[in-house]
């Protein structure tokens, strides 16, 4: 397996534009999770999905932020309209929470380094 | 919600010595505390991880150890390598097929 894949890898854009961030989780795993990374504010959750369902978007800061996961092989987050202070690496992560064991590793993409100028 | 603070945010070590580094949690219902290191410019891998049924954790050079009643757990690297410089990121959850609450990270540097 390819591992979780993002895209794209870097995307500079201008304040106002509307960008979308992609993610495929690893084939297979039923949770898939968004985080952004900042210096300020290091690694928070945004939102994340069982089954393609949002369980938890209480992290998104504000209505122009928005994810959506159509199918069980891709999920988008988008801003709408983009701002400087959203400069930040944004990370998709995937994990298999069905199953035994109760405790299940979130594997991380290589995640996209987000620049609105 | 579960508030995790990490400390130091910063350690610096001499190839060889010890790092220690100690995450405290705020909600006694977490039960799952993983630990992630980050290379730079690289993604969050899982190193370790402990269980709330289990004290200490042992994986060649590194160590978890979890202190339920105070609320605190600590992720110990022995015999640091430059290679084990990294960001660290201690993180809980009381249910770990869903949200990690993070740590701010802790820049470990092992000078040679």
């Known amino acids: 397996d390819a591992g979780v894949i993002q895209s794209p890898r870097h995307e500079v854009t201008e304040m106002g534009q509307e960008v979308t961030l992609r993610c495929k989780p690893i084939?297979?795993?039923?949770?898939l999770f968004w985080y952004r990374q900042t210096m300020m504010r290091g690694l928070e959750l945004l939102i994340y999905f069982n089954n393609n369902v949002p369980i938890d978007d209480s992290g998104m800061p504000e209505d122009r932020f928005s994810a959506k996961m159509p199918n069980a092989s891709f999920s988008t987050l988008k801003i709408q309209p983009s701002e400087p202070r959203d400069s930040a690496v944004y990370f998709c992560a995937s994990s298999f929470g069905t199953g035994t064991s109760n405790y299940n590793e979130q594997f991380f993409g290589p995640g996209t380094r987000l620049t609105v100028l | 919600g579960e508030n995790v603070e990490q400390h130091p945010s910063t350690l610096s070590v001499q190839e060889g010595d010890s790092a220690v580094i100690k995450c405290t949690y705020s909600d006694s219902a977490s039960n799952y505390f993983p630990w992630y290191k980050q290379e730079l410019g690289k993604r969050p891998q899982l190193i370790i991880d402990i269980r709330s049924n289990v004290g200490e954790k042992k994986d060649q050079r590194i160590a978890v150890t979890l202190n339920k009643t105070a609320k605190h757990f600590s992720l110990h690297i022995t015999e640091t390598q430059p290679e084990d410089s990294a960001v660290y990121f201690c993180?809980?959850?009381?249910?770990?097929?869903?949200?990690?609450?993070f740590g701010q990270g802790t820049i470990l540097t092992v000078h040679p």
């Open positions: 993180a809980a959850t009381p249910n770990a097929r869903g949200k990690l609450t």
């Open positions: 084939s297979g795993h039923d949770y």
